[in-house]
């Protein structure tokens, strides 16, 4: 994945961000806590693929949540405001709505001119997996996990620390992994192929060591 021009983030904020909303953001420090609703209208997101909107979605904290809707991408990735950060956790509740080949929710950690990591779960899958992206995907770890059922909602959350890297789904801890490759970046949120999916409740909490 290129690195995004300034002029190509803008046209494609343009583009969806009168639609899209951003939940209350804590201020008390530039490193505290962000909780993201999709409740109130927000600056900031960045979307690298796919097609974002925010959408009316059962089950969803204010009745609204973000989805994906794009089906010919092989990943579609939107970055959250806020970061860079080193050291952090995350969390999200996600509902893969649909999808014949993939139908698939994840986060996106120490993104980073187009290099990341990214934990995801499929609910056509019954795996739970750890990959880096650097013009294209590469598996670190898989582990073994019942698939998470279409059209419900999940948790996913993160944890990075150093090269120490964590996933819990549903609040089961999974992945306990140690890369050192990326050591810094953004947040976000990611889908594969044909996953129609939406994401609620999304939390970034910077690890402070001070």
């Known amino acids: 994945m290129d690195k995004i021009s300034r002029r190509q983030l803008m046209t494609t904020a343009a583009a969806i961000g009168g ?18 609703d999709f409740t109130r209208a927000f600056g900031g997101w960045e979307t690298v693929t796919g097609q974002w909107a925010i959408e009316d979605v059962a089950g969803a904290s204010s009745g609204k949540a973000l989805v994906q809707r794009a089906t010919n991408n092989a990943f579609n990735v939107i970055i959250a405001p806020g970061g860079p950060f080193a050291d952090v956790n995350v969390s999200v509740r996600f509902k893969p709505i649909s999808g014949i080949k993939d139908a698939a929710g994840g986060i996106v950690f120490r993104f980073s001119e187009g290099r990341y990591y990214v ?32 059209g419900q909602w999940h948790k996913l959350r993160i944890s990075a620390e150093g090269d120490r890297l964590r996933g819990w789904l549903n609040e089961q801890q999974l992945i306990d992994h140690r890369d050192d490759r990326f050591k810094s970046g953004r947040v976000g949120l990611w889908t594969k192929a044909d996953s129609i999916t939406a994401f609620d409740d999304l939390v970034v909490s910077p690890i402070d060591h001070g």
């Open 19 to 36: 639609s899209m909303i951003f939940a209350g953001r804590q201020t008390k420090a530039a490193d505290s806590e962000m909780r993201f």
């Open 119 to 150: 934990i995801r779960a499929n609910a056509l899958e019954d795996n739970f997996n750890l990959y880096y992206y650097d013009s294209s995907r590469h598996k670190i770890l898989e582990t073994r996990v019942k698939a998470p059922a279409l």
